[in-house]
């Protein structure tokens, strides 16, 4: 028995082992992988040249012809009792490499086995990172599937299950699993790939390939945007999450977060995915897109699925904002509202006033910054918040003075009247009629509709004044 097949016979003996048990075993492994790497071309192989006879014998039973056939004796076989040899210590140098071009001056005696090569990093490896010397990468596939998950978000997910997919060739999959609430483990998370090779110490390290769940699937990344600002940053694919929301966050090499939303998708079955969060200012680069559906626990995944991407690099100096493109400068003031309180209606025309005139501070002096909402994400600035948003294109001014001209609504349920505006907003998305949705139209686009269908709720601008005339909200998401 051939040492290749002695190894392959072993391996499956152990295949509820990843990682060999013995520095013996990760030797041969290694010895294995040199020898394979000497030998020649599959089709001058022993195996292949015998099969290869034993057609033409049969062939010429019936064609009454005969083939000619390359001896075989000539190829080189890895000796089936290889003396063990120990492993380089760290800091020495291994022998190189035997290859087809050089067979002739080092062609190695029957009985011979070489050392490993010099380290070379397994191939398709996105993290860890490149520059990091393979000393550094964990030393086990379940600790390079668990350290990916944590450097990406900070979550500790158990492991399910290793299997071997390549023994030999030292790939292998790790199941992660999800944690409820009460800290147990369930379920299944996502499936880790991972390839493993050997430093120079001798010692097996092991790096993540790909990580992905069946119930998101990811087949391309959109990026697109005004040049010098930043991207709109969009997953493509399927996938199906927790009421149909999936969390959606770029990291940079480094493990610093990006950019950071979300997208909607299919709530009980796998539907397209639709929407992302907004790429901030970035000189570019290599990434990850962490696309992650944490709804109903809050503690740990229970789908993830990871994409390296390029991030695409914004200019070192973006355009400043020209006052006379501000969106909302050439639009009407809405129509004055009689059915609405005097202290309301007062509100709504100033601020629809200060936004015709692209008065940011005009705008900022007309919240409470203890009580004001104008973003998730952020918070102190308004005013900053609404210029940004207008240099990136987004026409924050213009959906400000447009949404005050549509229907409203009002909600004491909590004990605090707030006015809403679009009245939409305060309705299941059921009930909205036809009328109400075409009124939204010039504002939004189908894309927006979808989400919405999606979401089963309106999420875009929406402007809330108490009963007092407080603007509280002026805000989109969810």
């Known amino acids: 028995m051939k040492t290749d097949d002695l190894l392959r016979r072993t391996l499956a003996e152990r295949a509820d082992h990843v990682e060999p048990a013995s520095d013996a075993y990760a030797r041969l492994a290694g010895r294995v992988t040199e020898a394979r790497a000497r030998r020649r071309p599959w089709w001058r192989s022993p195996h292949v040249l015998w099969l290869a006879a034993a057609g033409g014998a049969a062939a010429a039973v019936i064609m009454i012809g005969a083939l000619v056939f390359d001896d075989p004796s000539t190829t080189r076989e890895v000796a089936t009792t290889p003396d063990p040899t120990p492993a380089p210590s760290p800091g020495t140098t291994p022998q190189p490499t035997a290859t087809d071009d050089d067979t002739a001056a080092s062609a190695p005696t029957p009985g011979e086995i070489t050392e490993p090569s010099a380290v070379v990093p397994p191939e398709g490896v996105v993290w860890p990172g490149a520059g990091q010397p393979l000393e550094g990468w964990p030393a086990t ?162 789908a993830l699925t990871v994409v390296a991407v390029e991030i695409p690099a914004a200019t070192e100096n973006p355009p400043e904002l020209d006052p006379a493109q501000c969106s909302a400068r050439q639009l009407d003031p809405p129509e004055p509202d009689p059915t609405l309180p005097t202290a309301v209606e007062v509100t709504r025309q100033a601020i629809a006033a200060a936004a015709i005139a692209c008065d940011y501070e005009a705008l900022a002096a007309l919240t409470n910054p203890s009580l004001f909402t104008y973003s998730f994400g952020g918070g102190g600035d308004p005013a900053g918040f609404w210029r940004e948003g207008e240099r990136r294109g987004s026409e924050v001014l213009r959906f400000m003075v447009e949404t005050l001209k549509l229907g409203w609504s009002l909600d004491d349920s909590a004990g605090t009247a707030l006015y809403s505006w679009p009245e939409v907003f305060s309705k299941a998305w059921s009930e909205v009629t036809e009328a109400e949705r075409d009124a939204l139209r010039p504002l939004y686009d189908d894309n927006d509709f979808a989400q919405w269908d999606a979401f089963e709720g309106f999420f875009g601008w929406r402007h809330l004044v108490d009963a007092q005339g407080t603007w509280m909200a002026f805000v989109a998401g969810d």
């Open 141 to 302: 596939p379940e600790a390079a599937a668990q350290e990916f998950v944590r450097f990406l978000g900070g979550w500790d997910l158990p492991v399910g299950s290793v299997t071997n997919v390549d023994p030999v060739e030292q790939l292998a999959d790790v199941v992660l699993q999800s944690i409820g609430e009460d800290g147990q483990p369930f379920g299944e998370a996502a499936r880790v790939r991972v390839a493993g090779g050997f430093d120079e110490g001798g010692v097996q390290r092991w790096g993540v390939r790909w990580l992905r769940s069946d119930r998101i699937q990811v087949d391309d990344w959109f990026f697109a945007g005004p040049r010098g600002g930043p991207q709109q940053f969009q997953p493509k694919g399927r996938a199906q999450a927790f009421e149909g929301t999936i969390d959606v966050t770029l990291v940079d090499p480094g493990g610093t977060v990006v950019a950071q939303g979300f997208a909607t998708a299919g709530g009980t079955e796998l539907q397209e995915i639709l929407g992302g969060p907004m790429v901030l200012e970035h000189p570019g680069g290599p990434g990850y897109a962490v696309i992650a559906d944490l709804g109903g626990l809050g503690v740990a995944p229970t």
